[in-house]
Each structure stands twice: as structure tokens, then as C-alpha cells.
């Protein structure tokens, strides 16, 4: 089984329920198909990068899973059948996008925390550095 992760936008024309029932119409295809779903993100309402069929929003859906081959194509099959999705990309993540994919899992909104609290840290070294350079001078 390969690792794969796919991100699919809907159409912003769908109520909250409609977009749920997409969303779960595609992960119980992968299940069904014998794949185990690693992860889910329901990125909401998001402004589109142009215009696709007059659109200019959508609703993201990114889901991380691991699967056989084929499995992900009856999935790209069904996401070119179904109307509501206007847009679909699916990767094979190879040795470094899973490490990575793995850390963003386990730190989701970490980083900003990490970053904040470590500036301090720094801050406070360099001041208690000057101090000891003080001191050794007098």
C-alpha cells in the first residue's frame, strides 16, 4: 500500500449538509476499496487562485490516505463523475512528504507556538551573555 493524499474542491453552491455528504460519499469509496484514511481536513470556504466555471470560491477538502493503485483510480473516476467537484489533485507522497506530512499532523498550529516561546528564550540568553561579559569585565 502506497500513501497518497488528495486534496478536491465542491462547489460553493452547496449548503453546509451537501457539502458533508461529498465529502463523506468519497472516504466511504476508499474504504470500501480496502484503504485506511491517515488523516482529514476540512479546509472550508476558500477564494479559488482564477475563475473555474464562473466560480471564484469553493470548499477544500484535503484527505490523507493509504491505499492500493487502483483504488486511486475508481477515486479520481468518481471525482470526474460527480458534479460538485470542480477541481481534484491526488499525489503518491514518497519517503519525505510522509516524514513531513507526519510532523504537520503531530504539530498542527504548533509551529507559532514554538516560535513565540523560543524568541523569548533567545532574547533572554543574549541579555544573561552581556550580564556574564559584564561581570567578567569589572
Known amino acids: 500500500m502506497n500513501n497518497y493524499e488528495t486534496v478536491f474542491i465542491l462547489t460553493p453552491v452547496l449548503s453546509d449538509a451537501q457539502m458533508k455528504e461529498a465529502v463523506e ?3 466511504n469509496l476508499l474504504i470500501e ?8 481536513e476540512n479546509w472550508g470556504l476558500r477564494k479559488l487562485a482564477y ?3 464562473k466560480k471564484t470560491t469553493g470548499f477544500y477538502t484535503f484527505l490523507e490516505f493509504k491505499a492500493n493503485p487502483s483504488v486511486v483510480d475508481r477515486l479520481e473516476v468518481n471525482f470526474r463523475r460527480d458534479e460538485r ?5 491526488t499525489i503518491k507522497q514518497d ?6 506530512a507526519e510532523k504537520r499532523r503531530n ?3 504548533g509551529k507559532k507556538q514554538e516560535a513565540r516561546s523560543q524568541e523569548p528564550t533567545k532574547a533572554n540568553a543574549k541579555v544573561e ?10
Do not use: C, M, T
Not at 476499496?33 to 482529514?40: H, P, T, Y
Open 33 to 40: 476499496q480496502g484503504s485506511e484514511i491517515v488523516n482529514e
Open 85 to 89: 467537484v470542480i477541481r481534484f489533485l
Open 25 to 27: 460519499k468519497f472516504k
Open 129 to 138: 551573555k552581556e550580564v556574564e561579559l559584564e561581570e567578567k569585565e569589572d
Open 51 to 53: 475563475p473555474i466555471d
Open 95 to 100: 519517503h519525505f512528504a510522509f516524514e513531513y
Open 107 to 109: 504539530n498542527k498550529g
